[in-house]
């Protein structure tokens, strides 16, 4: 992964792998990738709720969104984003401390063919759950390398 | 409702019932009240994405955040808040513009009693959509002035 003992830290929060940071926040890319591109964007600090973040941490998350959306834009042709923070699961089975994250789920109206899979949006349109795609490690990481070249 | 002409406009959009604006959000009480005190916050202009937000819309969208995260919580007890700017239906089978807006969903751990009406969160720790409450007219104002009266 990397040399961070925060990010460390945050492995049992199962976000999923290092993308890339900032001074406030880190990105990882979602264990998820039934929708492509889908991350995890973490405050860089334990705090529970957006109430409470300084300026300076929102500046740079709204900074984030604009390069993330272009970035996975010009990567994998998405059509729209979603954006959610939720926080749910943290009231709910597991007893670790609510720590701050963004959900982006980049949605596609149409298929797209990357490294020997196609990956689908069959809910286009809708926000409805799916299972995790069963990729291999190596096309995470080729996943990484696409999105951060063109961040 | 009022008589801001760009409100108007938006009645097509169904985002609920006029609450309170500010610069450059309009605050709507959702048109589903499942969850007690659900709202809509709409950019007051017509822009499709989070891509292209100016630093004064962002900085008046975060205060809002902290406002109403306050009144709810006050007004009602909430546990957490939901944020999500998904904007999927647009490019589904309706053929509005895609017009920029947060979906804001207090959820709660225990069951609030208000204006005659239980309302409860049975999905709590989960995102799982449901119908609307069936309350009336006068209910839906009565959530109006107490969530304002917490702003």
Known sequence: MHDCPYCKK???????DYL?????WIIFLAPNQ???GTCVVALNRHHPTLTGLNTSEWEEFTELVERMESAVKNAFQ?????????????????????????????RYRDPVEFA?????????GYMR????????????????????EYM
């Open 10 to 16: 945050l492995e049992a929060y199962n976000f999923g």
């Open 20 to 24: 890339d940071k900032t001074q406030h």
């Open 34 to 36: 039934s929708n492509l």
């Open 78 to 106: 998405a059509t729209l984003f979603n954006w959610g923070c939720l926080m749910n699961s943290f009231y709910l089975e597991n007893n670790l401390e609510p720590h701050l994250h963004w959900h982006f789920i980049p």
């Open 116 to 124: 020997g899979h196609i990956f689908e949006d069959p809910h286009f």
């Open 129 to 148: 759950p799916r299972p995790p795609k069963n990729i291999s490690p190596d096309v995470r990481e080729k996943i990484i390398s696409k999105i951060k």
